[in-house]
């Protein structure tokens, strides 16, 4: 749902947060011409602005307001993040709170269980290889030390937005998925395990979301999930995800579900693929390195991302002769397509619909 469509799907109460977010950002960036020029237009009155004046304003602020969602992840907790991370995915931005409770109980069981299982897993790990539970050690090491250094100087443990920053280049770096990086940090910081309203009430106070009290109804705008997207290094929707996924052979889904630890033997080819959609792997990494065999040349896995440019039949001339060229090119064009498609429907999409 547009921002346009969210703001006149709430009173002036329900959207009051958001505005004295974006109120906030305009007044403490009023160097920028466009900006000051837009303001003007209005008065400075920005409640009493319709929704298309708010909805300009808020393309000037974009930039503004994606810092500001990064400084309020970094100081929000795990809960907050956890709350985020279920709210950025494909078709949870609109959602009564109820079914945001359950998708967050669901959620919180499964990275408390994995916390526990990657724990004993790294400490009964006696290989000196650089594989996949070492790298896990080496995050979650890093992790340790960021959240507790605050404690040398008598401050209460937590995470800064610098030191997440760094932790979200090492993570990606590293090759961890985004659920091996929530069950890490669980395992340090812990994750509340009720009493999700806390949170939400952070988020809505902090602009990032609406909550319409009478139908008991959370909104975030497709703008504000874009900016999730980048904030948790989302590259495209989980609907392109899928799409590439499905485009893969059963091999390369294993060899995917094989490089971070999962099981292959007696796992159906919608299982694997949901697995992995749901893990947060990085599309990039996939493409990168890990639907190959560990003995393929540059020149097989560029390849590879040709033909698989063309089983997806996509209209793109130019794919590049680099690697990272053809994946950039790919990703970009499923990015650019979004507007184009947002009428279809894929023939494996309509018979999940149907069924």
Not at 101 to 115: F, G
Not at 230 to 247: A, N, P, Q, T
Not at 302 to 323: A, Q, V, Y
Request: hydrophobic share 35%; aromatic share 4%.
């Amino acid at each position: 749902m547009k921002l346009n469509q969210v703001l006149n799907h709430t009173n002036q109460v329900e959207r009051s947060k958001f505005i004295n977010c974006i109120d906030k950002l305009c007044q403490d960036n009023k160097s920028d011409p466009q900006l000051a020029k837009q303001l003007d237009k209005i008065d400075g009155q920005l409640k009493a602005a319709s929704g298309n004046e708010i909805n300009q304003l808020f393309s000037l602020v974009k930039e503004h307001f994606k810092k500001h969602i990064v400084e309020q992840v970094a100081i929000g907790g795990p809960q907050a993040s956890l709350l985020i991370n279920i709210l950025a995915r494909d078709g949870n931005c609109i959602a009564t709170i109820p079914w945001i409770e359950s998708l967050y109980a669901k959620e919180y069981a499964e990275i408390n269980t994995l916390a526990s299982s990657l724990v004993e897993e790294m400490k009964a790990n006696e290989s000196s290889d650089y594989d996949r539970l070492t790298r896990l050690d080496i995050y979650r090491d890093c992790m340790h030390t960021a959240f507790n250094n605050d404690l040398k100087s008598n401050r209460t443990a937590k995470i800064s937005e610098d030191e997440r920053g760094v932790l979200n280049v090492l993570s990606q770096r590293l090759g961890l998925s985004r659920e091996e990086v929530n069950a890490i940090e669980h395992s340090v910081d812990p994750i509340p395990e009720l009493g999700i309203e806390g949170a939400l009430e952070y988020l809505r106070e902090n602009g990032i979301i609406l909550i319409n009290r009478r139908r008991s109804e959370i909104m975030v705008a497709d703008e504000v999930v874009e900016i999730l997207h980048e904030v948790l290094g989302k590259e495209i929707h989980d609907k392109f995800v899928l799409r590439i996924l499905r485009s893969l052979s059963d091999a390369e889904l294993s060899n995917i579900l094989k490089n971070h630890g999962y099981k292959t033997r007696g796992i159906e080819r919608q299982d694997k693929i949901s697995t992995i959609a749901h893990s947060g792997l990085s599309i990039r990494n996939i493409l990168m390195s890990d639907i190959h065999s560990e003995d393929a040349t540059q020149n097989q896995r560029k390849e590879r991302i040709k033909f698989l440019i063309e089983d997806m039949d996509l209209d793109i001339t130019r794919i590049g002769t680099r690697l990272h060229d053809r994946i950039d090119v790919l990703i970009d064009y499923l990015k650019t397509s979004e507007e184009d498609e947002f009428n279809a429907l894929s023939v494996s999409g309509y018979k999940e619909l149907l069924e």
